[in-house]
């Protein structure tokens, strides 16, 4: 059973373009998650979904940011007119139900140069 | 006050010492409790999974868990090189509080 994938591993991109950033979850799960994380700093929430909907989407910044679960596919969050800020690595996870563990993948590692 | 607070590090200690992680907590929602591992340049690990109060053994980690003093911990015995990483405490409710809530991790390192 594959773990959580997703990809592209790292992203470079220049200010003002999008980034698009992809999650496949484990197999059987319909709970995905993401979060942010930057050097020497914890987790913190993003965005919680399940198949064609969002659960929570507390964490998200209110402008550039969004993120979608298809019935079919992956998860994706895109980022549009990305900013040096938004560099960070980006960690999806997944669970098959809400109160079970989440599992998660080896992140997206996005660059803005 | 932040939703968990997390023992702050960087914590060092010899090969085979006893170590202890906590975590405490202020949403009486939590239900959840979870403990994740995370190497450099890699996604967090899910080490241990707890509901309810009491311990919960793996190997050579322990996972306890304290809901009416809100507190959480991991022990790690015999502790090895390889233990050495970031260690990150999450927990979660239902509903509304069903988002992974995480501390923001100490790093261990088991010195040879």
């Known amino acids: 059973n594959a773990g959580v994938m997703q990809n592209p591993r790292h992203l470079v991109r220049r200010r003002g373009q999008e980034a698009r950033l992809r999650c496949s979850p484990m197999?059987?799960?319909?709970?995905v998650y993401w979060y942010r994380q930057l050097p020497e700093e914890g987790l913190k929430f993003m965005v919680y979904?399940?198949?064609?909907?969002?659960?929570?989407e507390s964490g998200m910044p209110k402008e550039r940011f969004s993120a979608e679960f298809p019935k079919e596919g992956p998860s994706i969050l895109r980022i549009q007119q990305v900013v040096r800020g938004d560099s960070a690595a980006y960690f999806c996870?997944?669970?098959?139900?809400?109160?079970?563990?989440?599992?998660f993948g080896q992140g997206t590692r996005l660059t803005v140069v | 006050q932040k939703e968990v607070e997390q023992d702050p590090g960087p914590l060092s200690v010899p090969e085979g010492a006893i170590v202890s992680l906590n975590c405490t907590y202020s949403?009486?929602?939590?239900?959840?409790f979870m403990w994740y591992r995370q190497y450099s340049r890699k996604g967090p690990e899910l080490l241990m999974y707890?509901?309810?109060?009491g311990n919960k053994e793996d190997g050579r980690f322990t996972a306890q868990v304290d809901k009416s003093s809100k507190y959480i911990s991991l022990f790690i015995r015999d502790s090895q090189p390889s233990d050495s990483a970031t260690y990150l405490c999450?927990?979660?409710?239902?509903?509304?509080?069903?988002?992974?809530?995480f501390g923001k991790g100490i790093t261990l390192s088991v010195r040879p």
């Open positions: 996870a997944s669970s098959p139900l809400e109160d079970t563990g989440a599992f």
């Open positions: 197999k059987g799960h319909s709970h």
């Open positions: 979904l399940q198949k064609e909907n969002i659960i929570d």
């Open positions: 949403n009486s929602a939590f239900q959840y």
């Open positions: 707890t509901y309810s109060s």
């Open positions: 999450a927990m979660r409710g239902t509903g509304a509080n069903s988002k992974l809530t």
